[in-house]
Structures are given as C-alpha cells and as structure tokens.
C-alpha cells in the first residue's frame, strides 16, 4: 500500500530559525514528489514537484531535496508569514488510467516573531 | 475568473436532505478530483476526472456521487450524509494525472447535524 509519513506533526520555531520538515514515502511507481503548502481556511497551494532522486528545487527561503526514499524541505530563516500547513504527496500513475496523489498528514509549521 | 472555484464555501445539512457541491476549472486541465479533509487525517481521494471519464473511485460509499458533465465542471451529489462525513471537501484539477501538480479549490466546508 502506498504510504506518505511526514515529521514532526507540529513545529514551532523562532523567527530566523532554520529547519527541515521530513517526508518519507513508499510509493510504488513514483512520478514526482509534490510539495504544497496550506494556510487555514484554503486549499492547498502548490510549491515543488520533485521527479528524481538527487533533484533539488528552491524558492525564496524554501528548498526542497528528494533522495530514494524521502524528500526534505529546508527553510531558511524563516518569516512569521511561513507559518502554515506544509503537505508532501506522492504521484503514481499505474497505465489504467488517471491517479490521484497520495498525501501526507502534513506537518504544521509555526513560527514565532 | 481564474483557477479553481469552489462553491458553495460552507454548508450545513441534516442527515436527510440532499444538497451539491459544485467545482469548475479555469485553467483548461484534463483531469478533475474530489478529495476529502479531515482532522488529523490525510488527505482522501475520493473521485477522479480524467477527459469526463471516471477513471477511480476509492471505495467510497454510495451516499456520494459524482459527476462531471464537461473537463470544466464537477459535481458531487450528497444524500442521507453521516455525521462523520463533516468535513473539508476540496476539488483539484491537473493537466496530467500523477505527475502534474494538482491546483486546489477553496473547499467546502461540510456539517451534517
């Protein structure tokens, strides 16, 4: 069965405190690593699609890293305004036609002025 | 108008009514999907769209249905709902399922008293 673990579930930091958020994933036949983030209230917002291991991907203080078994995404010192829910996902596509993505649990980010 | 638009943004409905929620893409993609948020949970893919054609549906009870006139609109048909079923249902499209990101909806928030 396909499987996406995210960690820690909650993170709360200082303003400026670099940090990793975690995502590990068995997903048999693996067509990209998605990463989304989501403030309360809205849907999830799209950020990096990640396609192989050792691809990396960058925005603002935002990065995100993909390996065989896991994706990381780093944040470099963060702002107030980065608190949200980060969401991993991982897409399949089995050749009988259109798959969804399986997503992660998230981890909630919080950081503090 | 752009993106995904959801309506309507909150709902509240008694176990025996029947009410739709309704979902259209501006973005010309040929895939569409219901998915639903709960607290602490992943998110659950429930239907998907692929060109109007539904292509998967994880088991999900006969209380939902779906429906997807054109690669534009997608509906889902609610009916004698739980009180389990409260929650966010969100709508997303992609350009190819699996592999290109999902662009989410605002959602609907549910409540079946």
């Known amino acids: 069965e396909d499987q996406v673990t995210q960690s820690p579930e909650a993170l709360r930091l200082q303003e400026g405190e670099s940090s990793s958020l975690n995502c590990s994933y068995t997903?048999?036949?693996?067509?990209?690593l998605f990463w989304y983030r989501q403030d309360p209230g809205k849907g999830p917002e799209f950020l990096f699609t990640?396609?192989?291991a050792g691809e990396e991907k960058e925005k603002e203080r935002l990065k995100a890293t993909l390996t065989k078994k896991e994706s990381f995404l780093h944040i470099t010192a963060p702002k107030p305004e980065d608190s949200a829910t980060y969401l991993c996902?991982?897409?399949?596509?089995?050749?009988?036609?259109?798959?969804?993505?399986?997503f992660g649990k998230g981890t909630h980010l919080i950081i503090q002025p | 108008e752009t993106g995904v638009t959801q309506t309507p943004r909150h709902l509240v409905m008694g176990m025996t009514n029947k009410k739709s929620l309704k979902c259209e893409q501006h973005?010309?993609?040929?895939?569409m999907y219901w998915y639903k948020q709960s607290a602490k949970k992943p998110l659950e893919l429930m239907f998907v769209y692929s060109l109007e054609e539904r292509v998967e549906n994880n088991s999900v009870p006969s209380r939902f249905s779906p429906e997807c006139p054109n690669s534009s609109h997608l509906f889902l048909h609610l009916h004698t709902l739980q009180p389990e079923d409260s929650a966010l249902y969100l709508c997303?499209?992609?350009?190819?399922?699996?592999?290109?990101?999902?662009?989410f909806g605002n959602g609907t928030r549910l409540t079946v008293t």
């Open positions: 997903v048999s036949g693996l067509r990209g």
């Open positions: 973005l010309g993609h040929n895939a």
């Open positions: 996902a991982g897409g399949t596509y089995s050749g009988g036609g259109a798959d969804g993505l399986t």
């Open positions: 997303a499209s992609s350009q190819e399922a699996g592999r290109s990101p999902l662009h």
């Open positions: 990640l396609y192989s």
